[in-house]
């Protein structure tokens, strides 16, 4: 047996502080999880169920590296996000071990067709050429919980070209990081090498080329995008 075309590489994530990396499996999104976020998007926070939608494991881009002007978009947008890796699988994860699933903590940037995703929120359809196109997931280098410990609190921030766009503390997250895991755990079985993007904090706008990105949470340091010429 021959494989018709090689196989697609295994995508990983560099471990900070090692020389260990970490095979992705799947990127999994939380939509709206911040109670300003969910306003300035028209909609209300609450604490409905959250909702969940997919980027594919390609789509991984790592730190500094330029992201060409996305085609089919004319407001492309940045979204400071908290990634969780999960470590180990399970189904049906309940609130007080969901936190042992956990492998490390990584910070992220859900890069966004903002003008497809509102079409396709309005027409009921899906959000897939909006949310989930090609090297629209930065991920920085992964934090093992062995260093780092979990993260409940502490400041996300995005700034473009120096300028603070996103600044928010992660204690403000609708839905916490066990109420995620336990919750999505219901619908499908997480694995190893799952990464959650847990949602964004206000203040989500356009880059143009040229732009350059940089997302921080405290203990996980940052991440740099540079928005490269339109593709
Ligand atoms: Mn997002």
Redesign the pocket.
Known sequence: MGYVFPPQNTVTLPVAGSEDRLPVRRIL?V?RNYAAHAREMGKDPDRDLPFFFSKPTDAVVMDNETVAYPAETANFHY?A?LVVAIGKEGRDISMESSLEHVWGYAVGN?L?RRDLQLAAREQGRPWDMGKAFDRSAPVGPIHPVSTVGHLSTGEIKLTVNGEVKQQADLSELIWSVPEIISILSSFIELKPGDLI?T??PAGVGAMVPGDVCVVSIDGLGQITTIIGAAE
Do not use: A, I, L, S
Request: charged share 35%; net charge negative.
């Open positions: 999104c939509g979204e996000e859900d966004t993007m949602g964004t």
